[in-house]
């Protein structure tokens, strides 16, 4: 049976006191949203249809990212859960499979879970997808009969007795889509509310349909709804990662000091030192080491780098086998090749550094001219003297050098060396007579003599 999900994403997130509507809110390096719809491709959705509404051009743009082919809907006005999955129904027409509806704020919903929640469907026309809660709060409650869900009871509108009940509503819910659409059709809105999406639960059971409960852990579908929740959130997750990266043959030598991002790539025999950050878009092959206190994101190391410690990789940096990033370099859009080496205080951006070339301390790739930015080339095996910026665009042929202190501004030809700074001037004594001149208070005498004068 085809599979197609609803993603809810429309609300503000009131609690969350934010500009940013929650479901952009990031958590692991990625909009909230992102985690929900990664359960797009292993389920093997058809479709994926994101509910926007709340700033819907920002929440579909970062839909995008993740699923190029998601379908984005705007629910106009916020008229409840029942209402948001309705303005799916265009999308989804002509589809005929099993749809799920997942929400942008349960970030650590499983793609496993899903299969569960399919499995009950065999036996029940309409699925919802349940929980036992240690403190079930505000959650819907589920009212059942054996196995029979005869009704979800949101928390403001239950009684006493049924604010005990503990078997909460993670608000994910299964149901092929014709069934799904005409059973929300019926759904109406309340005395001074709005339409329920929970509300399908009594009107299938009035109908004569089977309605069951599938069931999940409470830790699978916890809700972020404020900020202290988004940080425990981002804790768990790290604390899931970390677990991950150590069972598949990575090195953290302490790893509660390290930050991953969801899609974090660390091959079996990496080392990642203390408090290294990962951004999104890291993938380090087998054999790397990554020292301690450098921030990477966006880029590619390969196998047998060392990077850091203190330093930042910035997105589209790629890095070869054996080459070498040292302390405070920043690099940016560049590739470092194979055994290339930028050991100290460097900057290189919108670059390519061949093999084996070294590139001394201080060099500065100056790529920006204020209104675009320019490419850096240096050849194999050369060298560049420290201190030297590189005025792109501009290239350094294979085997050349620089000169420390070098502002390159031309192209150095291959084998090349290239100066391009003042040429130095030694006046015998005169450092002498200037500190004796100073140590003398530095004014000029009647002779009108000033000695070496201030501006020596
Ligand atoms: C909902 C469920 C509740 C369940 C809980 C689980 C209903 C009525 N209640 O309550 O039973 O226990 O989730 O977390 O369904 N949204 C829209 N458009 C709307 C309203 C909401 O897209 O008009 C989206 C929100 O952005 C959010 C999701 O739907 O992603 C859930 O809405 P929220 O207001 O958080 O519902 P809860 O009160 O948490
Ligand atoms: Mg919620």
């Known amino acids: 049976m085809p599979v197609s999900l609803i993603i809810l994403a429309a609300g503000q997130g009131t609690r969350m006191d934010s500009r940013l509507p929650k479901a952009l809110h990031p958590l692991g390096g990625v909009p909230m949203l992102a985690h929900a719809m990664a359960c797009a491709e292993p389920v093997g959705a058809e479709r994926v249809v994101v509910i926007t509404g709340h700033r819907a051009e920002e929440v579909g743009a970062a839909a995008h990212v993740c699923d190029p082919g998601a379908i984005m809907v705007r629910q106009a006005e916020r008229l409840g859960t029942a209402h948001a999955v309705e303005q799916a129904r265009g999308a989804l027409s002509g589809f005929t499979g099993d749809v799920i509806v997942l929400l942008a704020d349960t970030p650590f919903f499983r793609p496993e879970i899903t299969r569960d929640l399919l499995r009950a469907r065999e036996t029940h026309d309409v699925v919802f997808m349940g929980f036992e809660a240690a403190d079930p709060g505000h959650y819907g409650r589920f009212v059942m009969q054996g196995d029979r869900l005869r009704r979800i009871v949101e928390f403001a509108e239950a009684t006493g007795e049924e604010r005990q009940i503990r078997l909460c509503n993670t608000g994910v819910v299964a149901a092929r889509a014709d069934v799904l659409f005409s059973l929300l059709a019926e759904v109406q809105a ?216 070098s502002v390159i501004t031309r192209d150095v030809p291959e084998g090349a060396l290239a100066i391009g700074r003042a040429r130095q001037e030694n006046k015998p004594g005169l450092a002498r007579k200037l500190l004796q001149w100073l140590a003398a208070g530095g004014k000029s005498g009647k002779s009108g003599k000033s000695g070496t004068g201030g501006r020596a």
Not at 192 to 220: F, H, K, N, P, W
Not at 255 to 280: K, N, Q, S, W
């Open 190 to 405: 309340g005395a001074g509310r709005e339409r329920y999406l929970t509300d399908m639960a009594a009107i299938a059971d009035q109908r004569g349909l089977s309605v069951g409960a599938a069931i999940c852990a409470e830790a699978d579908v916890q809700g972020v709804n404020s900020r202290a929740e988004l940080a425990r959130a981002e804790g768990k997750l790290q604390t899931r990662l970390r677990t991950d990266a150590l069972q598949n043959g990575v090195t953290l030598i302490a790893p509660e000091t390290v930050t991953f991002a969801r899609d974090t790539c660390l091959a079996r025999d990496t080392v990642i030192e203390p408090h290294v950050v990962f951004g999104p878009g890291v993938t380090v092959d087998s054999g790397a080491t990554i020292r301690a206190f450098s921030h990477l994101e966006g880029c590619h190391v390969a196998g047998g780098a060392v990077i850091g410690p203190y330093a930042r990789l910035r997105p589209g940096t790629q890095i070869a086998a054996a080459a070498k990033v040292g302390n405070f370099v920043e690099i940016k859009n560049a590739a470092l090749a194979e055994g290339a080496k930028v050991n100290h205080l460097s900057y290189i951006g919108d670059a390519r550094i061949g093999v084996a070339a070294n590139i001394g301390a201080g060099t500065v790739t100056c790529n920006y001219d204020g209104v675009a930015k320019h490419h850096t080339e240096v050849g194999a095996r050369a060298f560049i003297g420290s201190d030297t910026m590189l005025v792109a665009p501009v290239k350094v042929g294979e085997g050349a050098m620089t000169a420390s202190g």
